[in-house]
């Protein structure tokens, strides 16, 4: 890998590497970057999806590269981590933007007031949080830190605002009464300093988005965790507008609003409302919808708004006021633009109501143009490779099967990108079985059936717990959890939404006969080696849900091109899925186990062969009782 990554960096050829778990990747490109920054004094820059993989990045794996290299040339590299600006504090905000911040209603006298007298639990609460995030925000000032929230006290989402601020609402250095100490300006320019630089895929995103202007000038780009890439990029690209969002804003800009538009501007959130509430749970893709006609009012009255507020340069508040209002413009523009490019959608929830989004239909041309013709791109992930090749992962960033070259042929051109599998430190077919229950029914969409039910307890049984359960929805969880409950009474079974994630995986992982059933945060997120995990049971295939309506508009774009937008985007979708939470099993060469999957479409249905082509070589049946009594055998019971 070490060595194909050299390659990629000398040849300009971008390179998709496959690397397994327990191969050491982050070294494996470690060390061709620091050799690439020591040897031609380029500046490198590694993109991760997950702060996890970015704490080891900066805690483990890149000092000890660090000192690799300064034996070897006795030169030690620079190196940072660079995150979004609302990751660090704001000291504009901590020190006196909260009196007019509307998401707290308090100003900083009532929050300190809240905390020593305990008035409202709520608010003395916040109250606390705030006061204590604004104590260390000083702290790290005057011992010159970057207030990083990830080094913050205990706080909520809420209590972070105070102390931090969006983008669009920067004053910007000059204009800033703390412009000298601030927090994000330190920290870029730390990463100016250095010629290694760890970022995340959402500040990639936005520098893609933004002309460059995130991320410091680097010569080279390693995109870890690249099988979350789209999602992430996706993420960054998407807005989204409700009616709380439009009052709190025309609120804010009341004080420098004349009477009549700030009356037009609050009205626009019930304008917004309404429109929601006529609204099907859906995309949305006629002009004539209440949708698009409300936003496009909503347009015109916060153009006329941020016209209005920008006409004084000299007050802070006034000029954060008129860009919280622009960013209200920019939305309400794009949905009621309905552009081909966009998708638009709106949505329920038990918490937020309804809200519109607006996402990108695609980001493999952002990707193409903006990533890949700027930069020698490296992509690494586990699970890169899918129905047993590279060309659907490259196709969703943006590389074309035609771009593809061999090793050691010349690139054609800035788009030439190679494919490597260096394969696993694991022997999964010695280590693990695959079981596809084929005598199941089909899963259907009125829940679990008493078969499938049955299935999952004996299995759990067999393993005297042990089980990581990964579910398509949180329905099938927890009936699941409740009929396991019932069948093995003395079964620890825990379930996502008992408690938080990270107190039930905690548990998971100290007492080996607990079960834990989850959906999609432990298909990824789950690492548990040893007899913990000996048991990973799969209940249908994740195809998207058909309700998604931005992974079925992706379907039907590549339809309408003539292509196949079933495996193209739920097929690929539930690949890249399956092979994730099949790889929660071995993660290291002493584990054993089963991966039970009891949807028996993976070997009866024509892309079932595509399916398995992406996972682990486990050695496979369909026959229960083989699987059963392999359990037992790794209990000691036959």
Known sequence: MA????????????????????????LGYLAPALARCVGEGERVVIATATLA??????????????????????????????????????LYRSRQGSDLDQDSLLGSEALADAAATGKGDDVSRLGAEVLALREWVEEEAERGGLADRDDAPTHTARGWSQVSIPSRECLG??????????????????????????TNHALLAINAMHGGTALPEHSSLIIDE???????????????????????VARRALTWLDDDLATDFLDQADVLREALDESELTRITEASSPLPYAAAQLRDVSRKAVSALGKVTDDNERVQAASAAKE???????????????????TQSDIMGRAAYVAPLNVAGLLRNQVFAETT???????????????????????????????????????AWRGLDVGSPFDYGRQGILY??????????????????????????????????????????????????????????LCQGDAQLSELTRRFTAEPETVLFGTMSLWQGVDVPGETCQLVIIDKIPFPRPDDPLMQARKKAVDDAGGNGFMSVAATHAAL?????????IRRSEDRGVVAMLDPRLVTARYGSFLKASLPEFWMTTDGDIAVQALRRLRGQE
């Open 3 to 26: 060595e194909s990554v050299a390659e990629a960096f000398d040849d300009g050829v971008h390179l998709l590497v496959q690397a397994g778990t327990g191969t050491g990747k982050s």
């Open 53 to 90: 993989l970015q704490a080891q990045l900066a805690h483990k794996d890149i000092p000890t590269a660090l000192d690799a290299v300064e034996e070897v040339t006795g030169k030690r590299p620079k190196a940072a981590i660079l995150k979004g600006r609302t990751n660090y504090a704001c």
């Open 173 to 198: 250095v000059a204009a800033c009464p703390f412009g000298a100490e601030c927090f994000v300006e330190a920290s870029r320019e730390e990463a100016r300093d250095a010629q290694l630089v760890v």
């Open 226 to 248: 690249a099988h979350e890439l789209v999602s992430r990029i996706t993420t960054a690209a998407t807005d989204e507008l409700t009616p709380s969002l439009v009052e709190r």
């Open 328 to 346: 209200i413009f920019d939305v309400a523009e794009r949905i009621a633009k309905l552009a081909e490019a966009d998708v638009v959608w709106v």
């Open 377 to 415: 791109t490296v992509l690494t992930s586990a699970t890169l490779s899918l129905g047993g090749t590279f060309e659907p992962a490259a196709a969703a960033v943006g590389l074309r099967a035609a771009d593809r070259i061999e090793q050691g042929a010349e690139p054609s051109d800035e788009f």
């Open 436 to 493: 596809v229950a084929k005598r199941l029914p089909p899963p259907g969409r009125d829940g679990m059936n008493e078969a499938t039910l049955a299935e999952i307890a004996q299995l759990i049984w067999a393993a005297e717990g042990r089980t990581l359960g990964l579910f398509a929805s949180r329905r099938a969880a927890e009936q699941a959890a409740e009929y396991c409950r019932r069948e093995l009474p003395k079964q620890t079974i």
């Open 577 to 585: 899925l399956l092979a994730q939470g099949a790889g929660r099993l």
